[in-house]
């Protein structure tokens, strides 16, 4: 485990987070009024039915009101125990919480998790939040026969940032209940073997090394623009340049399954997508509807996100 590049990543995420922060337009008030920044696909893999799903809303549009049915304690997650872990600033963990879940979001960065926890106050929807090293917590809540949860969601730019897979599986497995779910959706690796000009760059499968980027976290918010912003998009921080460099793990897609087969759980899903959500990993990227990117026009096609769902046996 490499607690030197989780720290110097805490940093890096710090100053971005506010960055990314800088683009979002009232979010307390979006969430407030029944918005969701969940996709499809995070529903679908958690099993939540087409008929309960949130509206969809164009970038920045504003909700009318909350769902009927969609009050926090109410919905198609009513009951159950979710740890959002790598949670960031919290707009999933919150839009969670508005499905019923009772909902813990876990992450590295102190300015996320100070900012989800105005957020939650501002949207008026019940979350806890703790600041904490994925790792840590993981520790600390397998050894606390309180911390036992139905479901551990992960999503988004998660994987890349553990340096242990064996050790998150196990700790993952530590405090689900038995039948929990872990739901994991994620960019898929081997889009990531190319650069932002789609130019083969990196090697697919891992040394066990870093890899290190000098310019650290990047403004992929702004880069990505109304897309990540359901609440409405903000010019906010313009030119950032992040001088805390980061350190990224590159796991293969047989690398996460593994780890999660090795610590005891069953797979029930696998998936392949060939789109992004919300976010342009590629500077050609065309928009789809539903907030979502694909390749360009004649673009040979290749998976650009993978989702799996695996269950603690009862």
């Known amino acids: 485990m490499r607690r030197d590049a989780h720290e110097q990543n805490r940093r890096s995420w710090n100053l971005a987070t506010r960055a990314h922060s800088s683009h979002k337009r009232d979010q307390a008030a979006f969430l407030r009024a029944g918005g969701s920044t969940l996709f499809p696909d995070e529903l679908e893999l958690l099993g939540v039915p087409p008929a309960a799903w949130p509206k969809a809303h164009g970038p920045g549009d504003m909700p009318s009101g909350p769902a009927e049915g969609s009050e926090p304690g109410v919905g198609p997650l009513a009951g159950l125990d979710l740890v959002h872990l790598q949670c960031n600033a919290g707009q999933d963990t919150l839009s969670l919480a508005r499905l019923g879940a009772r909902a813990l979001g876990v992450d590295i960065s102190d300015v996320a998790i100070a900012e989800a926890e105005a957020l939650a ?20 809540a397998a050894a606390d026969p309180a911390e036992r949860h139905d479901i551990v969601f992960s999503t988004y730019g998660a994987l ?5 897979l064996p050790t998150w599986a196990a700790g993952v497995s530590a405090v689900l209940r038995p039948g929990g779910r872990l739901v994991v959706l994620e960019f898929h690796p081997f889009a990531f073997t190319f650069d932002e000009q789609l130019r083969p760059a990196y090697p697919y499968f ?3 090394d870093s890899v290190v980027t000098a310019a650290g976290i990047g403004d992929y918010v702004g880069a990505s623009g109304p897309t990540l912003t359901p609440s409405g998009w903000l010019a906010g921080a313009t030119e950032f340049r992040n001088p805390e460099p980061c350190h990224e793990f590159p796991w293969t897609v047989a690398d996460a399954l593994g ?3 090795r610590a005891g ?6 998936r392949e997508y060939p789109y992004t959500n919300g976010c342009k990993i590629f500077d050609a990227m065309r928009p789809l509807p539903g907030r979502r990117f694909a390749l360009p026009e004649g673009a040979p096609g290749m998976p650009l996100m993978f989702g799996f769902v695996a269950r603690k046996p009862a």
């Open 265 to 270: 759980l069953a797979l029930e899903q696998v």
């Open 206 to 208: 891992s040394t066990g």
């Open 259 to 261: 780890a999660v087969l």
């Open 121 to 140: 106050a501002g949207a008026g929807l019940p979350a806890r939040f703790i600041r904490a090293d994925v790792y840590d917590w993981l520790a600390a």
């Open 160 to 164: 890349p940032w553990l340096s242990d």
